[in-house]
């Protein structure tokens, strides 16, 4: 009997450790605009006390110029239920993979369309399957924004992260 106690509780620490290996260190989040229109599911990065974007040779988790996956772990995903504009750029309904490449002064944010994606390490692979890429200025953050967050409104999206934010407008067509 004792050595069938020790077994189960072996089992159950074993479970343990695994189930919590499986969650991510980002949390994956899902937001949605007022209007249900727009969805992002994305995996929400924090600063933890490091410098978040930088210039090629910083320190920095992201380097200005290079494509990022906006956000952590899987490619940041973008549903519209209906047509839009996206920056001035005609999006059909539809899921997207929304990459972003980040700059001190603007950002260029790139709708793709190929799904599933981890990273952006594949991003010079699939790039002719971009749908629509738009340039938006960068907004300083009076206080840094501690973890990634992409908020789909009616009228537009807007990502926030350490002492920047980003805004591209978006508004359904027809």
Known sequence: MKNLLVLVALLVSFVSVAQTRKQPMSPKVTAESPDKNIKVVYGQPAKKGRVVFGPEGSASLEKYGRVWRTGANEATEITFRNDV????????????????????????????????????????????????????????????????????????????????????PVMKHG
């Open 85 to 168: 504009m996206f920056g001035g750029k005609m999006v059909k309904a539809g899921t997207y993979t929304l990459y972003t490449i980040p700059g001190e002064k603007e950002w260029s944010v790139i709708l793709n369309s190929t799904l599933g994606e981890w990273g952006a390490f594949n991003y010079d692979k699939i790039k002719g399957a971009d749908i629509a890429s738009v340039k938006v200025p960068v907004s300083a953050n009076k206080t840094p924004i501690e973890k990634l967050t992409i908020t789909p409104a009616n009228n537009s999206i807007a990502i926030a992260w350490d002492n920047m934010t980003v805004s591209v």
